[in-house]
T-cell receptor, first 111, second 115 residues
């Protein structure tokens, strides 16, 4: 089966950098997604990692280590609008579409 | 391009009643998924359509839940009769294909409360 762990809540200051970790235990692996979800809105796609290493997209970067079952989402130059939940989701090896989600990390950005 | 839309945004019903949720995927997306998040838990997969065909309904909790996608466009998810434990947020997502790199685009969800 799969088990995905993320911190429940994090707080950071506007302009700072924050790293949101995600660890997973899975019998197989087809990739890892990060989604952002503002309260009451749709989860929106941020990044996809399948190979080890860092994927950078503007202020957001995502890192994956398959051997360690570990990923992180790095948010730089935090803005107030970055306050949201960040969802880590894994694609198991036996499915190309059945996303397995963590419970999400609620990030609060303070002035 | 319009995103995935869901209707209603909120629904409050009494135990034993029937509720039908609707999802309109992004135009041209053959793949449609239903997920749900019950209180305090993670989002969980319910089922997957390719066009009008159910490809995978392994996540459907029981036979009180019926999903349809007649014509391969919008989809409905009916809960009949609703129970208290069905309360949660029901998300719909769509993708053009169903490969590992195909991003699923989510709707805002329908928040269902069963009293």
């Amino acid at each position: 089966g799969q088990n995905i762990d993320q911190p429940t809540e994090m707080t950071a200051t506007e302009g700072a950098i924050v790293q949101i970790n995600c660890t997973y235990q899975t019998s197989g692996f087809n990739g890892l997604f990060w989604y952002q979800q503002h309260a009451g809105e749709a989860p929106t796609f941020l990044s996809y990692n399948v190979l080890d290493g860092l994927e950078e997209k503007g202020r957001f970067s995502s890192f994956l280590s398959r051997s360690k079952g570990y990923s992180y989402l790095l948010l730089k130059e935090l803005q107030m609008k970055d306050s949201a939940s960040y969802l880590c989701a894994v694609l198991p090896v036996d499915s190309s579409y059945k996303l397995i989600f963590g419970s999400g990390t609620r990030l609060l950005v303070r002035p | 391009e319009a995103g995935v839309t869901q209707f209603p945004s909120h629904s409050v019903i009494e135990k034993g009643q029937t509720v039908t949720l609707r999802c309109d995927p992004i135009s041209g997306h053959d793949n449609l998924y239903w997920y749900r998040r019950v209180m305090g838990k993670e989002i969980k997969f319910l089922l997957h359509f390719v066009k009008e065909s159910k490809q995978d309904e392994s996540g459907m909790p029981n036979n009180r839940f019926l999903a349809e996608r007649t014509g391969g466009t919008y989809s409905t998810l009916k809960v009949q009769p609703a129970e208290l434990e069905d309360s949660g947020v029901y998300f719909c997502a769509s993708s053009q294909d169903a490969g590992v790199t195909d991003t699923q685009y989510f709707g805002p969800g329908t928040r269902l409360t069963v009293l």
